[in-house]
T-cell receptor, first 113, second 114 residues
Framework: GAGVSQTPSNKVTEKGKYVELRCDPI?????LYWYRQSLGQGPEFLIY????????DSGLPNDRFFAVRPEGSVSTLKIQRTERGDSAVYLC???????????FGPGTRLLVL | AQSVTQPDIHITVSEGASLELRCNYS??????LFWYVQSPGQGLQLLLK??????LVQGIKGFEAEFKRSQSSFNLRKPSVHWSDAAEYFC????????????FGTGTRLKVLA
């Protein structure tokens, strides 16, 4: 079946702009994670959804970052007033539940100029 | 606080040689431990995981890892490396009790010489 998909695959924006990154999880997966991967680093946890609710948003770096999952499937990561330091690959993963194997998408590469 | 250390940033081995990638963790209880592989242009793929039980864990693609509590280690091994194993490997731990936060190491980039 289809894996986790993320759109766009690449996004270039200017400092101060607003961006939205989309994640389509595997059908039936109730758990969804967002991670950020900077160059030369491992993925850094941002937020975890169980169904529609954000069960753990402790990894969001500041209030410019927000994520939603209104119907318990597709999720959108929203970044306001982007800064150059936000440039990274944003990864989405889904799993059947919080402790099951996570399946990662290919990521969205965000470049803030 | 949880942490994961992968001491080797780069490792180069010859095709057919054995491989060991090191991972050390800091965790307050029995950890859940994972190894992932990331190939260029590919998403992260789970190689294996340890939750409990047998400390030697078998994974996909011929990889195995051994959990050693006394050394706080979870090293990844493969007896004979193939050129297609060239990739970046990440060790991860988590989640900590009461959270859903997984911590990843900084990765080890494996180069395979023909």
């Amino acid at each position: 079946g289809a894996g986790v998909s993320q759109t766009p695959s690449n996004k270039v924006t200017e400092k101060g702009k607003y961006v939205e990154l989309r994640c389509d999880p595997i059908s039936g997966h109730t758990a969804l994670y967002w991670y950020r991967q900077s160059l030369g680093q491992g993925p850094e946890f941002l937020i975890y959804f169980q169904g529609t609710g954000a069960a753990d948003d402790s990894g969001l770096p500041n209030d410019r970052f927000f994520a939603v999952r209104p119907e318990g499937s597709v999720s959108t990561l929203k970044i306001q007033r982007t800064e150059r330091g936000d440039s990274a690959v944003y990864l989405c993963a889904s799993s059947l539940s919080g402790l099951e194997t996570q399946y990662f998408g290919p990521g969205t590469r965000l470049l803030v100029l | 606080a949880q942490s994961v250390t992968q001491p080797d940033i780069h490792i180069t081995v010859s095709e057919g040689a054995s491989l060991e990638l090191r991972c050390n963790y800091s965790y307050g209880a029995t950890p859940y431990l994972f190894w992932y592989v990331q190939s260029p242009g590919q998403g992260l793929q789970l190689l294996l995981k340890y939750f409990s039980g047998d400390t030697l864990v078998q994974g996909i693609k011929g990889f195995e890892a051994e959990f050693k509590r006394s050394q706080s280690s979870f090293n990844l091994r493969k007896p004979s490396v193939h050129w297609s194993d060239a990739a970046e490997y990440f060790c991860a731990v988590g989640p900590a009790s009461g959270t859903y936060k997984y911590i990843f190491g900084t990765g080890t980039r494996l180069k395979v010489l023909a």
